[in-house]
Structures are given as C-alpha cells and as structure tokens.
C-alpha cells in the first residue's frame, strides 16, 4: 500500500525549478557596485571548448570556439547567462510576470519567454517591427517559439526610441496586468547598463579561467550587440589581471556607441575612475553587411560553407558575422591581434537559421555538395558514376576536436573538451 501518497508524487521533480540559489560572486569582482545575492539555475555551465577550422584562415592560426550554443536546448545561448540573475531578482520580488523588448526575431525575447515559462512566469514581449498586421508575421524561428511557450508578443514600431517611446509601453503594460489582473511585474529594458545583466559573463569569465583559458590562448573574440557579454569578458580580463586582447565584432550602433555603453557600465560598478573601455576592449566595426538583423549573400555563404566543413551552426544576425570578420581579419590583418592562438565565444542564436533566408538560398543553391538524391530502386547505385574529388559532404581532413576521454569507472567516453 502506498504511503502519503507516494504514488501520486513519485514523477514530481524533487527540487522547483523557481528555487532561489545563493551566490557569491568571484572574488576578483567581489568589490564591484551592485553584485545580486541569489540566481536560478536555467543553463548547462562549462560549455566546452574545441579545435575549430573555419575555411580561409591561415594555417598558422590555431582558431578554437567555446560553445556558449551549448548552454540549453530552446534557451541555447548567451542570453540565459544573464537571465539567471534578472529573473531570480523577478523571483525574489514576487512578480507574476516579466515584460521586454527587441526585435521581431530577437534571442533574448525567445530566451526570456522559455525561462520564464520554466519559471511559471507570464511573459510579455515588445516587438520592434516594421509590419503592422501580426497576420503578415509568419511564425518561425524565435517567433514560433515565442508562441508555442505562451507569451503575449507585441508589435511596436521598428525605430522606437528605447527611452521615449518602449520604456513608456512597458510602464504602462505593467500598469494594467496591475490593475485589471492583479499582477506585478519585472521590467527588462534591453540596451541600457545593468548591473545584474553583465554578471552573468563575469561569472563567465571565471568559468573561462577555469577552463585554463590564460595559458592557452592569446586573444578573444566575441559579438557585441548591447554590450553586456563584450563588458563582462573585458572587465573580468582586466580585473584578473590577464593579459589577453578582447576583440568585439560589432553587428549594430558604432565603436563609439558600444564604447559609451560600456564606460556607463564600469561608472555603475564603481570602475569608471580607473579605466575606460577604450583601455580593455577592441571593438571591431566594417562588418555589419547591410544592417542589423540583414544578410548579404556572402555572410549567408560563409555560414553554409562553416556549417558544411565545420560542423558548427552560426546564425546570421551575430555569429556568422562575426565570424566572416574574423576570417577576413585573420588574413588581411593580423596586426590587430595579439598573437595566432584564437578564441571565438560562440554566443547561439541558431533559430535564426529558420527565419527562411537559409532556406531561400539553400533551394537557389544547384552546386551544394549535400544534395537530395532520389534512390527509390534498390538495383540502380546512389552515387555518380564519376564521383567527385572531394570528401563526403565537403568536409576537409583536419584534427578532430572528439577525443577520447578516461571515464570515472574505468572506461573511456568521448567528450568535446
């Protein structure tokens, strides 16, 4: 016979997932302004680092990726790093719901609906768009997911002012869920300095040091689009008193831009007086294509041909510039780095890849080596008769980044290191 119910409750999760963790930030960054107390495990840490050989690069280049796109499944990604503080502060004051903004396609809005619904939180999108008609949205992408986990998306105009015009609308969205349902909510205006946002890469940065990142590499290079993960990684560098170069590949606003948002941010944490962000980061431009959330035929190219030789998912908003950038830098101006030992922060984004530009030059493409064959006939052969030179789906022999590793028990695993 079962006790207290023990059948009822054997398949409930032992520990809830809105559990508040207590936190102690690294103790290089212990004395900074604003360091929270608690967060919310949402996110697989230590993601793994590996051989990465991307085509154009120079041979002397020893290029290697940390895979921040391994941090989750739906929350893959940079952006969860940050929200494990932010909604463990939404938690703590015992909101009912969570409202911010972005773009129609944006990863930190499909980021924050996911969480938030793991979290039982409603959540509450401002979408910049230049479509009226929700109708013309076709939901793929982080907009199907948006959907598919509930949240309440907003179409809003594509050039409003952060300040002005989407601070206002979060306000008095809040005001309302207030008044007429009774719920509070916490407010994530994106683009401005936060002081709990950019934790989550100083604690990344740690993860990094962990990881023996001093020793082995010479320079970094992240995508930097608000600023919070290009922030984290600098100060951290600079704090810990480390000698590599950080390079941030800018995909939107100008170097000047990115370079005041940071200064704001060293200002909160109480750093403003020691060093300026033009001291402790590289903030690369010339590589936005033709604009924000906007691909050229070659970026989308470079991806396809990374994904056909690498193995590795770049999306076309962040990565896949950044990474292109990286690739033309490497060869016509090395003098920018440091040194030849690279490490490209992989920061996700990957549901860009189905927001239909891939599919689009993908189905125009005649010469891609992974073509579909039709091989109804068990008696005629699947390949040409005259095959190809080239290796299987294009890929070029080079050091595998699989290993071979000794497991806890004795035998052996194969593990990303």
Request: a negative charge; hydrophobic letters at 40%; charged letters at 20%.
């Amino acid at each position: 016979m079962e006790k207290n119910g023990e059948a009822n409750n054997m398949f409930r999760w032992k520990e809830n997932p809105a559990t508040l963790l207590p936190y102690t930030p690294p103790e290089w960054a212990a004395h900074l302004n604003g360091s929270p107390t608690v967060r919310i495990k949402l996110f697989q840490p230590m993601t793994p680092i590996h051989l990465w050989k991307i085509p154009g690069i120079p041979e002397d280049v020893e290029l290697y990726i940390k895979r921040d796109d391994m941090t989750g499944a739906a929350m893959t990604g940079n952006k969860v790093r940050k929200l494990e503080f932010l909604l463990a502060e939404a938690v703590e004051m015992k909101c009912n719901a969570v409202i911010t903004c972005g773009a129609v396609l944006s990863n930190h809005c499909r980021t924050t609906a996911v969480a938030a619904g793991i979290l039982g939180l409603e959540a509450h999108l401002l979408l910049r768009s230049k479509m009226k008609n929700p109708e013309d949205i076709v939901p793929r992408g982080n907009v199907l997911l948006n959907r598919l986990v509930g949240a309440q998306q907003y179409l809003i105009p594509n050039e409003a002012n952060l300040d002005t015009e989407i601070v206002p609308r979060m306000q008095i969205l809040a005001k309302q869920l207030s008044e007429i349902r009774k719920i509070k909510s916490y407010l994530i205006p994106v683009g401005k300095p936060s002081t709990i946002a950019v934790q989550g890469y100083l604690w990344a940065w740690q993860e990094l040091l962990d990881q023996g990142i001093q020793e082995r590499f010479d320079d970094i290079i992240v995508t930097i689009a608000t600023g919070e993960n290009a922030a984290g990684l600098a100060i951290g560098n600079y704090l810990t008193g480390s000698k590599l170069k950080i390079h941030a590949y800018a995909v939107c606003y100008d170097a000047k831009t990115f370079h005041s948002h940071i200064n704001s941010t060293l200002d909160i944490l109480g750093l403003g007086d020691t060093i300026q962000s033009e001291d402790i980061i590289n903030i690369i431009e010339g590589y936005q294509g033709d604009g924000y959330g906007l691909s050229t035929p070659h970026e989308i190219d470079f991806i396809r041909k990374v994904a056909t030789t690498t193995g590795i998912l770049l999306d076309p908003t962040y990565t896949g510039k950044a990474a292109s950038g990286l690739s033309h830098d490497l060869t016509y101006d090395r003098s920018k780095f440091k040194g030849n030992r690279i490490l490209f922060i992989h920061t996700g984004g990957i549901f860009g890849l189905y927001d239909g530009r891939m599919t689009n030059i993908l189905s125009e493409t005649r010469d891609d080596q992974s073509q579909m064959r039709v091989w109804m006939d068990l008696d005629e052969d699947p390949l040409p008769a005259s095959p190809e030179k080239s290796t299987p789906n294009g890929h070029q022999f080079q050091p595998n980044p699989i290993t071979l590793n000794h497991h806890f028990n004795g035998g052996i695993n194969i593990g990303l290191t």
